[in-house]
Nanobody
Framework: QVQLVESGGGLVQFGGSLTISCAASGSTFAINSMGWYRQAPGKLRELVATLPDGGSPNYADSVKGRFSIRRDYAKNMVYLQMNSLKPGDTAVYYC?????????????WGQGTQVTVSS
């Protein structure tokens, strides 16, 4: 089992920056990819960024050039640096961790952290 706890969400103005964090605990040795997803009101959950072990980051087109994902393997953390934020980025952001045994069912999820961008 892997437990994920997000932090760092909040209210930010249009064009501002924010970094959200996710701490993983439990069977972290089994994690082979971590990432961030988001869900806005009335919309489906969508991929924001993923970063597999030893691999390159993958970003949604809507955030390329503005968001950056980073992992701290020693601390079992994953971060999402968000710049040039827009009201369209307003959503609950969820941390995700995938292990080989959970890949087919989407992996583990945190409880989410709210990010609100004011215009």
């Amino acid at each position: 089992q892997v437990q994920l706890v997000e932090s760092g969400g909040g209210l930010v103005q249009f064009g501002g920056s924010l970094t959200i964090s996710c701490a993983a605990s439990g069977s972290t040795f089994a994690i082979n990819s971590m990432g961030w997803y988001r869900q806005a009101p009335g919309k489906l959950r969508e991929l924001v960024a993923t970063l597999p072990d030893g691999g390159s980051p993958n970003y949604a087109d809507s955030v390329k050039g503005r968001f950056s994902i980073r992992r701290d393997y020693a601390k079992n953390m994953v971060y999402l640096q968000m710049n040039s934020l827009k009201p369209g980025d307003t959503a609950v952001y969820y941390c995700n961790a995938v292990t080989p045994t959970t890949a087919t069912r989407g992996g583990y999820w945190g409880q989410g952290t709210q990010v609100t961008v004011s215009s």
